[in-house]
């Protein structure tokens, strides 16, 4: 039996690891439909939320990204990281997070994507309609 604080810190290495950063990658989108703020949603508001794929599913899914990007986001190329990061540096953290290219799809194989905090922040909730609208205004704008 250890102490809280050598228990900690031994949950916090492990956290810093490839295979436990993204177990608990796993578990959050797994669960996130039962926390509080989905509680008065819809089922079918919820299932744009739900984790679809099984533990080894989305294993299998890493192994692939890294294969196609290595340790780089899908979307910036700029390298990420299996480390845990402070709440202040979650928005610009270049750790890993798992995301949804279509937010109005849950999280299926097809639709999981494999970005940076700092992407994942910014992306949020944006459409694939919105990205073609924004880039037809550069275009036009011949930016």
Same mark, same amino acid.
């Given at each position: 039996?250890?102490?809280?604080?050598?228990?900690?810190? #031994?949950?916090?290495?492990?956290?810093?690891?490839?295979?436990?950063?993204?177990?608990?990658?796993?578990?959050? !989108?797994?669960?996130?439909?039962?926390?509080?703020?989905?509680?008065?949603?819809?089922?079918? =508001?919820?299932?744009?939320?739900?984790?679809?794929?099984?533990?080894?599913?989305?294993?299998?899914?890493?192994?692939?990204?890294?294969?196609?990007?290595?340790?780089?986001? #899908?979307?910036?190329?700029?390298?990420?990281?299996?480390?845990?990061?402070?709440?202040?540096?979650?928005?610009?953290?270049?750790?890993?997070?798992?995301?949804?290219?279509?937010?109005?799809?849950?999280?299926?194989?097809?639709?999981? !994507?494999?970005?940076?905090?700092?992407?994942?922040?910014?992306?949020?909730?944006?459409?694939? =309609?919105?990205?073609?609208?924004?880039?037809? #205004?550069?275009?036009?704008?011949?930016?």
């Amino acid at each position: 039996m250890q102490c809280k604080k050598c228990e900690s810190a #031994a949950t916090s290495k492990y956290s810093n690891t490839e295979k436990g950063f993204l177990i608990r990658l796993y578990l959050r !989108i797994n669960s996130r439909t039962k926390h509080q703020r989905f509680k008065g949603l819809s089922e079918k =508001e919820k299932d744009k939320h739900r984790c679809y794929v099984t533990r080894e599913e989305f294993f299998n899914l890493w192994e692939e990204h890294k294969l196609k990007y290595g340790y780089k986001c #899908a979307l910036t190329e700029e390298i990420i990281v299996h480390k845990t990061t402070t709440k202040e540096l979650t928005n610009k953290s270049n750790s890993i997070s798992v995301d949804r290219l279509n937010p109005e799809i849950g999280y299926t194989k097809e639709n999981i !994507i494999f970005v940076s905090n700092k992407v994942n922040n910014m992306k949020n909730a944006v459409t694939k =309609e919105l990205c073609v609208a924004i880039v037809k #205004a550069h275009e036009e704008r011949g930016l």
